[in-house]
């Protein structure tokens, strides 16, 4: 079992950066990704970034440039860094880990708003 506290989440302006940070703890030995997802009410939730453990990132095109996500599985952490926000950013962004085995495990969710 995997525990996920996610922080960073706010208000701000469009043009505006944030920074989302997730850390995990219990049996993290066993985690290989990590990421972000995000979800809009009445809509699926979708998955910004995530990152291996053998180093390489997945970025939705719809954030590619903008974001980044880093990954220190060392430290059982994960962030992402949001830049040049826009108002279509907004949503509800999860922490998201998968351990071996295939089991995943999410936080409970920040908000981000972008708006002027």
């Known amino acids: 079992q995997v525990q996920l506290v996610e922080s960073g989440g706010g208000l701000v302006q469009p043009g505006g950066s944030l920074r989302l940070s997730c850390t995990a703890s219990g049996r993290v030995f066993s985690i290989y990704v990590m990421g972000w997802y995000r979800q809009v009410p009445g809509q699926e939730r979708e998955l910004v970034a995530r990152?291996?453990?053998?180093?390489?990132?997945d970025v939705a095109d719809s954030v590619k440039g903008r974001f980044t996500v880093s990954g220190d599985f060392a430290k059982s952490t994960v962030s992402l860094q949001m830049s040049n926000l826009k108002p279509e950013d907004t949503a509800l962004y999860y922490c998201n880990v998968v351990q071996y085995g295939g089991l995943e495990s999410w936080g409970q969710g920040t908000q981000v708003t972008v708006s002027s």
């Open positions: 990152s291996r453990i053998e180093g390489t990132t």
